[in-house]
């Protein structure tokens, strides 16, 4: 059974920093695309960042740029995300999710058959 576990999420102060990380079981996804996701309170799911099967190519979102980092493991596997200069706009529950594709930056929910339960990050101002 796949099973995405996402840890790391939690209360920081705006400007501050925090990294969350995600463990995949179940299966290995190295031909796979990965990427989180988040969720703000009243808000639809949007994409964050994405990173291909290989780690080489990520895809961000415009307001994370610069800001937010994402990278993979495929030893083990597992995805992270380093969120630095966060702000209160990037409080949200932050989700894990794997990609049908191999290729990173896919921000249709529909193509990502894998996810995890989510992680909740509050960003205080």
């Known amino acids: 059974q796949v099973q995405l576990v996402e840890s790391g999420g939690g209360l920081v102060q705006a400007g501050g920093s925090l990294n969350l990380s995600c463990v995949a079981s179940?299966?290995?996804?190295?031909?796979?695309?990965m990427s989180w996701f988040r969720q703000a309170p009243g808000k639809e799911r949007e994409f964050v960042a994405g990173?291909?099967?290989?780690?080489?190519?990520?895809a961000y979102l415009d307001s994370v740029t610069g800001r937010f980092s994402i990278s993979r493991d495929n030893s083990r596997p597992a995805l992270f995300l380093r969120m630095h200069s966060v702000k209160p706009e990037d409080t949200a529950v932050y989700y894990c999710?794997?990609?049908?594709?191999?290729?990173?930056?896919?921000?249709?929910?529909?193509?990502?058959?894998?996810w995890g339960r989510g992680t909740p990050v509050t960003v205080s101002s």
């Open positions: 999710a794997v990609c049908r594709f191999e290729f990173a930056g896919s921000r249709a929910e529909y193509e990502y058959p894998y």
């Open positions: 179940g299966r290995t996804f190295r031909s796979n695309a």
């Open positions: 990173v291909d099967w290989s780690g080489d190519k990520t």
